[in-house]
């Protein structure tokens, strides 16, 4: 399935059947804090956050950012994944 993720201030979008998935951001000097992602039940099982999440991270690189994860599902999705360890700031930065 083909997403589209949309970049807004603060936040990665996705629109499905009438619905948003979403994850949520702030951004404090070189670091993007990922404070929470959302998938509505209707949409879960599709990959949807992982996807929102990829697109945190495509834009964490890009900007020469480090990722606090402090949303739960954002951390899993780190701590799977060891490659992206260089990205990943503790609560100081």
Known sequence: MALEVEHQPGRFVVRIEGVEAYLL?????AVLDVQ?????PS???RDIAARLTEAAVTFARAEGLRILPT???TRRYLERRPELGALVANERG
């Open 25 to 29: 951001y702030e951004r404090r000097g």
């Open 71 to 73: 949303c739960s599902y």
């Open 36 to 40: 929470h992602t959302y998938t509505p």
């Open 43 to 45: 949409l879960r099982g």
